[in-house]
């Protein structure tokens, strides 16, 4: 009867690995379980930072909703959390966001407003009307530059602009636009994703309609390597398809790891309240410049292409996508990206989620528990060394 049993359960388990290896396009609400995952015993997690999401900011000292669409978030060396996001009129009691507003944190849970990008600068540069959309921040040398889409709805020229400053939270020094989507010849140039590998700098961008583009950036990061026409000839499309469909991919995020590179993307739609279909899937590569493949083989230039990393779920986080990804101090991945909390009055509002990326053993590919969001439930947050010992 033992032996029987056994048998039993590993048929049951090696069916469940291939469901979801194969099924690039899950359902959260279909997955129940983590197939595969790291154990959770090798992973040493906070035992004094717990989180919940959504992980509203703070607004005099109370966890208060707060518009955090498309989040990006870096580390300065003294370990404090920098948080930033899409240009929003959403306001929380006695402070009013305007462009690029900027928040920190030591737990990467809590987080406490700063200061504003666009303070004192208006961008005039680009359409009329356009906002500050999708930043990416990314320190070279001494300098910390930020990078953002200056874009409205349906923009016919979007473009790309960058500000430096020798913090992450400002004054900022503002240099205007890098190009714009005529001179780069890239249909929709917004979501900048900007970083460094092997001593060179390099940008990813682009969105529905166009193409994920790579290109190489100067030294300092504030210009086009040998120029723009050089880079428009010699620029690299690693994903996409140019076709304006929801199911294109928008919102570039990258990450090295073990000789991969993986490269994330947003898919569906983004701005729909609770209706939103947003997730987040990923492909990895050997080469920075592809080819991108899923688990199952496929190439990101077509559509209902990558392996989930995060699904909608009705009975948790709609739209939840754009992603960041950053370590705490025992090098754990945690992943922030932005959602619609289904059980909240504030739904249509694109609020900050955070969860841990764990990596399927079978697959290999990263995402987060269960596939879908965490909402409203008190789990162990990121490890920072400081608040453990």
């Known amino acids: 009867m033992k032996k029987t049993l056994v048998n039993v359960s590993a048929i049951i388990f090696l069916l469940l690995s291939f469901i979801v290896s194969c099924t690039n396009n899950v359902s959260s609400e279909e997955v129940t379980t983590s197939i595969g995952s790291t154990p959770e015993e090798t ?36 370990g404090t959390y920098y948080l930033y996001c899409t240009q929003t009129d959403a306001y929380t009691p006695n402070l009013t966001f305007q462009r690029g507003p900027t928040w920190k944190s030591i737990n990467l849970v809590d987080w406490e407003y700063v200061s504003d990008v666009f303070a004192d600068y208006n961008p005039t540069w680009g359409t009329m009307g356009a906002g500050v959309w999708a930043p990416t921040v990314v320190k070279i040398n001494d300098t910390w530059n930020f990078y953002y889409s200056l874009s409205t709805g349906g923009d016919a020229n979007p473009g790309i602009g960058v500000a430096t400053s020798p913090t992450p939270y400002g004054p900022w020094t503002h240099y205007g636009k890098l190009f714009n989507s005529e001179e780069i010849g890239v249909t929709n140039s917004i979501d900048p994703y900007v970083f460094l590998d092997d001593g060179k700098v390099y940008m990813v961008f682009g969105s529905f309609g166009g193409l994920i583009t790579l290109i190489e950036l100067t030294a300092d990061g504030l210009g086009l390597k040998n120029g723009i026409e050089y880079q428009k000839e010699n620029k690299i499309a690693i994903a996409g398809y140019e076709v304006f469909d929801l199911n294109n991919y928008e919102g570039t995020f990258i990450l090295k790891k073990d000789g991969y590179y993986y490269l994330f993307l947003s898919t569906g739609s983004c701005c729909s309240g609770v209706n939103s279909t947003y997730k987040v899937v990923v492909a990895r590569s050997e080469k920075l410049e592809g080819p991108y493949i899923d ?83 008190v789990l162990d947050g990121p490890y920072i060394r400081q608040l453990e010992e």
């Open 295 to 377: 688990s199952n083989g496929k190439g990101m230039f077509k559509p209902n292409c990558g392996d989930p990393v995060v699904v909608p779920s009705l009975s948790g986080a709609m739209g939840t996508g754009h992603c960041a990804i950053i370590n705490d101090d025992n090098d754990n991945l945690w992943m922030l990206y932005h959602g619609y909390d289904t059980t909240s009055a504030t739904k249509d509002s694109r609020v900050l989620y955070l969860d841990r990326l764990i990596f399927d053993e079978d697959t290999k590919m990263p995402h987060v528990e269960n596939y879908k969001a965490s909402n409203h439930e």
């Open 43 to 78: 992973i040493r997690v906070s035992t004094k930072n717990s989180y919940s999401n959504p992980t509203y900011q703070l607004a005099n000292g109370i966890k208060t909703p707060t518009y955090t669409a498309d989040p990006f978030v870096v580390r300065d060396s003294d």
